[in-house]
């Protein structure tokens, strides 16, 4: 079976560079435009950036790690790359959009593959009201922050926050609270998918809060509107028995 045609990218990490040097004299290097088979050589937050970056392309991305945990990422060898990506199983996932609204009466757009999070911006604790598909949930939140995740992103900042891990495959987003203060020690909730999720900062002036769509930061927001988007389907490849699922699965028995 032929080679398929490989596009490198790598970090600003030496060890990405070096890795992308070897890799390329090996097996070549094509334009992202001509690639069956992008190759993401750095740590899970260069795999997002290059997810992002390559949103537009057909061809799926495989990652190999050259940062520290690499969630997202495969073992870094240098052996047998068609045949690991011959071999590769597929993960699809869905971002998240994010509309927020600025106290200067500005909009804007961001795609979160992780998650969207309100973080406090000040002294004070946020005061954030949550609405759900256009009904209202929750009068008043006072934390330092809130996040909704997708099931991809349920092992990063929202496991920090002890939210819950959400298994690759359902179509559920987690909500999740950060030092929630009142109500107190409140966890968040799962929903639906497809919720619409709002959150609308109150006493925005006096408690500014800032919002982020992975690396996409937006402050002094006064409202946040967070959707699944399903249009937008980010293809990850993964090593047989090391996709996504199994390491869901594996984390919560760490």
Same mark, same amino acid.
């Given at each position: 079976?032929? !080679? ?7 970090? *600003? @990490?030496?060890?990405? $560079? ?7 004299? +090996? ?60 071999? @590769? ?14 106290? $200067? ?18 002294? $004070? ?11 209202? +949930? ?5 934390? *330092? ?8 992103? !349920?092992?990063?900042?929202?496991? !920090? ?17 950060? !030092? ?26 006096? +408690? ?5 769509? *992975? ?11 967070? +959707? ?25 028995? @760490?």
């Amino acid at each position: 079976m032929p !080679s398929p045609k490989i596009a490198f990218t790598a970090s *600003d @990490a030496p060890s990405a $560079q070096a890795a992308r040097e070897v890799l390329s004299a +090996r097996y070549g290097d094509v334009p992202l435009a001509k690639a069956q088979v992008i190759v993401a050589l750095g740590g899970d937050g260069f795999m997002l950036q290059t997810l992002h970056a390559t949103q537009g392309f057909a061809a799926p991305v495989y990652g190999m790690n050259r940062g520290t945990i690499g969630f997202l990422m495969n073992e870094y060898q240098e052996e047998d790359l068609p045949a690991r990506l011959d071999a @590769a199983e597929e993960e699809i996932i869905n971002p998240l959009r994010m509309t927020a609204l600025d106290a $200067q009466g500005d909009m804007h757009d961001g795609l979160a593959i992780n998650e969207v999070s309100l973080l406090r911006a000040g002294p $004070q604790a946020a005061k954030l009201r949550i609405t759900v598909d256009g009904r209202m +949930r929750m009068q008043e939140l006072v934390c *330092d922050g809130a996040l909704v995740a997708t099931p991809a992103g !349920s092992t990063a900042y929202n496991y !920090s926050a002890h939210g819950p891990i959400v298994p690759i495959g359902s179509d559920v987003l987690a909500l999740t609270a950060m !030092s929630a203060f009142r109500p107190r020690r409140w966890r968040g909730a799962l929903l639906p998918k497809k919720a619409v999720v709002r959150f609308d900062v109150l006493d925005a002036e006096k +408690r500014p809060v800032m919002a982020e769509a *992975d690396s996409k930061s937006v402050r002094n927001v006064v409202s946040v509107e967070i +959707r699944s988007e399903p249009s937008i389907q980010h293809r990850i490849l993964f090593d047989p028995g090391h996709g996504l699922e199994e390491r869901l699965i594996r984390e919560q028995f @760490a």
